[in-house]
């Protein structure tokens, strides 16, 4: 099993809609999660970090957090042109060797 | 003012060149990172630096040697480069606090051709 798992895509979400982003984890005692937006060509950007189980929102974008059931998703309302993006989810895996993992990523697409 | 800076940006080399890749941070960040990311995007970790120390190596060839020689660089150098190492390099840093590390910032990438 992968450490972080996420559906590659693409996702097509028509615009003004809501986009639903997965991501699920391995590592139970996993505390810091993350979303990253990457644009082509370009480095990836943090959108968002969550520690404690339930919903953060910022803006458009709302992650949420379940860790009984090892479960991260980012939603973002009112979908623009402009999040058509590859989305990782990344979580600090480890204990005292803590590293960042990443997922396979899942490509948005807004259509107009 | 970069936050997280690598160079070179593009690196094209033959087969069995030996190359290096610099990064600086001036977050004050603890953590430093290398990442590489394939054709097919996936991000993968190689190695955590943690104030100079190796703590993370992620079964990478041998032929793959970071230098941390302060807390804000870290580098790597690639030994006898192959067709396979070719991919885009991320360079990143984090704060630790206690044993978990914050959100990692990335440089912009090195993208390496071996030819």
């Known amino acids: 099993q992968k450490e972080v798992e996420q559906n590659s895509g693409p996702l097509s979400v028509p615009e003004g809609a809501i986009a639903s982003l997965n991501c699920t984890y391995s590592?139970?005692?996993?505390?810091?999660f993350f979303w990253y937006r990457q644009y082509s060509g370009k480095s990836p950007e943090l959108i968002m970090f969550?520690?404690?189980?339930g919903d953060k929102e910022d803006g458009r974008f709302t992650a949420q957090l379940n860790k009984a059931s090892q479960y991260v998703s980012l939603l973002i309302r009112d979908s623009q042109p402009s999040d058509s993006a590859t989305y990782l989810c990344a979580v600090n895996v480890g204990s005292s060797a803590s590293k960042i993992i990443f997922g396979s990523g899942t490509r948005l697409s807004i259509r107009p | 003012d970069t936050a997280v800076s690598q160079t070179p940006k593009y690196l094209v080399t033959q087969m069995g060149n030996d190359k290096s890749i610099k990064c600086e941070q001036n977050l004050g960040h603890d953590t430093m990172y290398w990442y590489k990311q394939d054709s097919k995007k996936f991000l993968k970790i190689m190695f955590s630096y943690n104030n100079k120390e190796l703590i993370i190596n992620e079964t990478v060839p041998n032929r793959f040697s970071p230098k941390s020689p302060d807390k804000a660089h870290l580098n790597l150098h690639i030994n006898s480069l192959e067709l396979g190492d070719s991919a885009v390099y991320f360079c990143a840093s984090s704060r630790r606090t206690g044993t978990e590390n914050t959100e990692a910032f990335f440089g912009q990438g090195t993208r390496l051709t071996v030819v």
């Open positions: 590592d139970r005692g996993s505390q810091s």
């Open positions: 969550i520690y404690s189980n």
